[in-house]
């Protein structure tokens, strides 16, 4: 049990009293759970009190009693003199908000103070004590309630809201102070509540059926459900009694609200107009352009199937039927996975053969008016479904660039089975980076941008492929975006598979030079923009050249971390060798150490390269050994070489070529000329 509850146990009003205004003075949490009643009263300084400590021992008399037995506390007045027991004073206990409200005399805004506490789920503070009345309202956000600010103003202005009856009983007479025509119109309002939920005035009335009333949840809220149900009846009686035109509707129809003035044939009329509007057809339509248009066709497919049990195409003018597609919605161990989804339109029986739209991006739906709330609860069970159970959440998805023949640019996402390499070998600085700063954090609350530099073949690829793996096991969804062009288009949707993670090879193609273009400013606004802050976002770019990137996106908030990504160190080269190796005969005895110290400064592709030469050179000799590891390694010294060299432009010179006698050459003014046999030709 909580304090509360302890403390409630007891009889004697005087040190229930006490032990109330112990807690409320040293804020005690009175549902705050304790084993026994003496923990419960232990929560409080006894020393702290008004009677002190000596008050509460001689109450307690034992502790081990006092936590089993109440009656100690009931019969206190018999082991404490009466200058021991201290003063009590029960006006000077401050009340909890159940208390001050119940002061108020009017049941109408008693109601709604009630009801502001439920819908803003402030139902527990009820009970917790507060010094002054004015706290009961200053616990509501009074924007937030069905009355809105004004209401509420227009009150407080009347009222000192201080712990005294007379300025509670403001409250009693709220209606005279309100001069906003608004909120007056609000509260005549009220009084037009006409629905009759039992036309028979003999019969009981439920509290199921009561709850329909929508003055039940107020009522409810005062004096509980069962008073609720019978001030419900109560109040319908006296209206069939008044002879007041009054009806029922089943849940999924439409609520006719009549006023008091309105007679049987004026409330007949309205029906009828009522009826011939909902007859009347419309167009209801629901956007879904930030979500993949697979994702929309199977989750359409998934809310037909649960809302109406199945669905049926419609031909269209010219006898086409709706399309067919599989959709991949996951692959495993090779095999893709499918979903058999449709596009075009489809009748609704349960909407009078409605036509529902299944686009791209959109559904709409033709049908009549009256079942327009059903057609958005549809939508929104569409939405649910994508928000809950995306085909794409949890997996690894590359993106394409598609466009149109009328030139409107979309993405194409295409799930692929995570396949990563274990060969990937990571100096222990680099290593050490990526683990406590990039996979540890993933998944985390905000946005987080890397930057992978450094040159070509050192795993920047291989490692962002790995953290990808790592995301989906804490589900995120992980996007390979093949097209810089679409980056800004990417993050948009990728926002909607939160937590997920972006990443783009070679950001220097559309993030590099001085000048700031239109490409470049859709970046930075990008990553910049609202719509990623606040949003569980890993971006991930590589560059083997960072310095050719503008300095605008290199900026900590744009990228929080870059990790050069260098060539393996002597310690790596040896391990990489050891990877290649360890299956060859005489892989043991191999001096890795000296092999890697003689082996050329180039990136770990390399080391690979030569890896696997060594291989397949000691396979051919039957035994690994030294020397033809170093042999594969000195075959690719000159191909290193090569790399590093520069591209030589072609450019004018002297060259002479002798073929037979002939001669090509170069004259002053740079002219080619062919000498043959004493003839001069120009061949330029």
Same mark, same amino acid.
């Given at each position: 049990?909580?304090?509360?509850?302890?403390?409630? %146990?007891?009889?004697?009003?005087?040190?229930?009293?006490?032990?109330?205004?112990?807690?409320?003075?040293?804020?005690?949490?009175?549902?705050?759970?304790?084993?026994?009643?003496?923990?419960?009263?232990?929560?409080?300084?006894?020393?702290?009190?008004?009677?002190?400590?000596?008050?509460?021992?001689?109450?307690? *008399?034992?502790?081990?009693?006092?936590?089993?037995?109440?009656?100690?506390?009931?019969?206190?007045?018999?082991?404490?003199?009466?200058? +021991?027991?201290?003063?009590?004073?029960?006006?000077?206990?401050?009340?909890?908000?159940? +208390?001050?409200?119940? !002061?108020?005399?009017?049941?109408?805004?008693?109601?709604?103070?009630?009801?502001?506490?439920?819908?803003?789920?402030?139902?527990?503070?009820?009970?917790?004590?507060?010094?002054?009345?004015?706290?009961?309202? *200053?616990?509501?956000?009074?924007?937030?309630?069905?009355?809105?600010?004004?209401?509420?103003?227009?009150?407080?202005?009347?009222?000192?809201?201080?712990?005294?009856?007379?300025?509670?009983?403001?409250?009693?007479?709220?209606?005279?102070?309100?001069?906003?025509?608004?909120?007056?119109?609000?509260?005549?309002?009220?009084?037009?509540?006409?629905?009759?939920?039992?036309?028979?005035?003999?019969?009981?009335?439920?509290?199921?059926?009561?709850?329909?009333?929508?003055?039940?949840?107020?009522?409810?809220?005062?004096?509980?459900?069962?008073?609720?149900?019978?001030?419900?009846?109560?109040?319908?009686? /006296?209206?069939?009694?008044?002879? %007041?035109?009054?009806? /029922?509707?089943?849940?999924?129809?439409?609520?006719?609200?009549?006023?008091?003035?309105?007679?049987?044939?004026?409330?007949?009329?309205?029906?009828?107009?009522?009826?011939?509007?909902?007859?009347?057809?419309?167009?209801?339509?629901?956007?879904?352009?930030?979500?993949?248009?697979?994702?929309?066709?199977?989750?359409?497919?998934?809310?037909?199937?649960?809302?109406?049990?199945?669905?049926?195409?419609?031909?269209?003018?010219?006898?086409?039927?709706?399309?067919?597609?599989?959709?991949?919605?996951?692959?495993?161990?090779?095999?893709?996975?499918?979903?058999?989804?449709?596009?075009?339109?489809?009748?609704?029986?349960?909407?009078?053969?409605?036509?529902?739209?299944?686009?791209?991006?959109?559904?709409?739906?033709?049908?009549?008016?009256?079942?327009?709330?059903?057609?958005?609860?549809?939508?929104?069970?569409?939405?649910?479904?994508?928000?809950? /159970?995306?085909?794409?959440?949890?997996?690894?998805?590359?993106?394409?660039?598609?466009?149109?023949?009328?030139? +409107?640019?979309?993405?194409?996402?295409?799930?692929?089975?995570?396949?990563?390499? *274990?060969?990937?070998?990571?100096?222990?600085?680099?290593?050490?980076?990526?683990?406590?700063?990039?996979?540890?954090?993933?998944?985390?609350?905000?946005?987080?941008?890397?930057?992978?530099?450094?040159?070509?073949?050192?795993?920047?690829?291989?490692?962002?492929?790995?953290?990808?793996?790592?995301?989906?096991?804490?589900? !995120?969804?992980?996007?390979?975006?093949?097209?810089?062009?679409?980056?800004?288009?990417?993050?948009?949707?990728?926002?909607?598979?939160?937590?997920?993670?972006?990443?783009?090879?070679?950001?220097? /193609?559309?993030?590099?030079?001085?000048?700031?273009?239109?490409?470049?400013?859709?970046?930075?606004?990008?990553?910049?923009?609202? %719509?990623?802050?606040?949003?569980?976002?890993?971006?991930?770019?590589?560059?083997?050249?960072?310095?050719?990137?503008?300095?605008?996106?290199?900026?900590?908030?744009?990228?929080?971390?870059?990790?050069?990504?260098?060539?393996?160190?002597?310690?790596?080269?040896?391990?990489?060798?050891?990877?290649?190796?360890?299956?060859?005969?005489?892989?043991?005895?191999?001096?890795?150490?000296?092999?890697? %110290?003689?082996?050329?400064?180039?990136?770990?592709?390399?080391?690979?390269?030569?890896?696997?030469?060594?291989?397949?050179?000691?396979?051919?000799?039957?035994?690994?050994?030294?020397?033809?590891?170093?042999?594969?390694?000195?075959? !690719?010294?000159?191909?290193?070489?090569?790399?590093?060299?520069?591209?030589?432009?072609?450019?004018?010179?002297? !060259?002479?070529?002798?073929?037979?006698?002939?001669?090509?050459?170069?004259?002053?003014?740079?002219?080619?000329?062919?000498?043959?046999?004493?003839?001069?030709?120009?061949?330029?």
């Amino acid at each position: 049990m909580n304090i509360r509850e302890y403390i409630d %146990q007891l009889k004697c009003p005087e040190i229930r009293t006490r032990a109330y205004r112990a807690c409320s003075e040293q804020d005690v949490d009175l549902n705050e759970n304790k084993e026994n009643l003496m923990d419960a009263l232990n929560c409080f300084s006894w020393s702290s009190t008004k009677e002190k400590g000596g008050f509460w021992m001689l109450i307690n *008399d034992d502790s081990e009693k006092g936590a089993k037995n109440v009656k100690l506390f009931d019969d206190y007045k018999h082991m404490v003199t009466e200058e +021991e027991q201290g003063p009590v004073d029960d006006s000077d206990r401050d009340k909890t908000r159940r +208390e001050y409200i119940e !002061m108020i005399e009017d049941e109408e805004i008693k109601a709604r103070l009630y009801r502001a506490h439920k819908e803003q789920d402030k139902e527990q503070g009820l009970d917790n004590q507060i010094r002054r009345f004015g706290y009961v309202l *200053d616990d509501i956000e009074w924007g937030k309630t069905q009355e809105g600010n004004t209401f509420w103003d227009k009150i407080d202005d009347h009222a000192v809201l201080e712990d005294d009856p007379d300025d509670i009983n403001s409250f009693n007479h709220y209606k005279d102070y309100i001069k906003d025509e608004e909120v007056k119109e609000r509260i005549a309002n009220k009084n037009q509540i006409s629905i009759n939920i039992n036309t028979d005035s003999s019969m009981s009335l439920t509290i199921e059926e009561a709850k329909r009333h929508p003055m039940f949840p107020m009522l409810a809220a005062v004096m509980g459900d069962q008073k609720a149900a019978m001030a419900v009846k109560q109040a319908t009686d /006296e209206q069939e009694k008044k002879n %007041q035109a009054t009806t /029922e509707f089943s849940k999924t129809e439409k609520r006719i609200i009549v006023p008091i003035s309105m007679n049987k044939i004026q409330a007949s009329k309205e029906l009828k107009r009522q009826w011939e509007d909902e007859e009347t057809k419309i167009n209801v339509d629901r956007q879904f352009n930030t979500w993949n248009w697979k994702d929309v066709l199977v989750a359409t497919k998934k809310a037909a199937e649960r809302h109406f049990g199945w669905i049926q195409g419609k031909e269209g003018m010219f006898g086409q039927k709706p399309r067919e597609i599989d959709v991949v919605v996951d692959i495993k161990d090779g095999k893709k996975i499918t979903e058999t989804c449709f596009y075009g339109k489809f009748t609704a029986s349960v909407w009078e053969d409605g036509v529902v739209d299944v686009g791209p991006g959109y559904l709409t739906a033709e049908v009549k008016k009256r079942y327009a709330p059903e057609v958005r609860e549809f939508f929104n069970l569409v939405q649910d479904i994508l928000d809950k /159970e995306s085909i794409f959440r949890a997996k690894a998805i590359t993106v394409n660039r598609k466009e149109d023949p009328w030139g +409107e640019v979309s993405l194409d996402f295409e799930i692929f089975e995570m396949k990563t390499s *274990d060969r990937i070998v990571l100096n222990s600085d680099i290593k050490g980076v990526i683990k406590n700063f990039v996979i540890d954090d993933l998944g985390e609350e905000g946005k987080r941008c890397y930057l992978f530099s450094g040159s070509y073949g050192n795993g920047k690829t291989e490692v962002a492929m790995q953290i990808g793996e790592s995301g989906i096991k804490k589900k !995120m969804a992980f996007f390979y975006c093949k097209d810089a062009d679409v980056f800004d288009l990417l993050l948009k949707q990728a926002l909607n598979y939160s937590p997920s993670l972006v990443f783009l090879e070679d950001l220097d /193609e559309i993030g590099a030079g001085s000048q700031r273009d239109a490409a470049m400013n859709r970046i930075l606004n990008t990553l910049d923009g609202v %719509q990623t802050k606040g949003n569980d976002l890993t971006v991930i770019f590589t560059t083997n050249h960072e310095k050719r990137i503008n300095k605008a996106l290199r900026r900590p908030g744009r990228i929080d971390l870059v990790v050069n990504f260098t060539n393996p160190n002597k310690d790596s080269v040896a391990k990489i060798y050891k990877i290649f190796l360890k299956d060859l005969e005489g892989a043991d005895k191999l001096d890795y150490a000296k092999l890697a %110290q003689n082996t050329p400064d180039c990136p770990g592709a390399v080391i690979a390269e030569i890896a696997k030469r060594a291989v397949k050179l000691c396979k051919k000799k039957g035994v690994a050994t030294d020397e033809l590891v170093m042999a594969a390694s000195d075959s !690719m010294k000159h191909h290193l070489n090569l790399m590093d060299e520069g591209i030589e432009e072609p450019r004018n010179g002297t !060259m002479k070529i002798e073929v037979s006698g002939a001669s090509i050459k170069t004259s002053k003014n740079g002219e080619a000329n062919l000498e043959e046999a004493g003839e001069l030709v120009n061949v330029n």
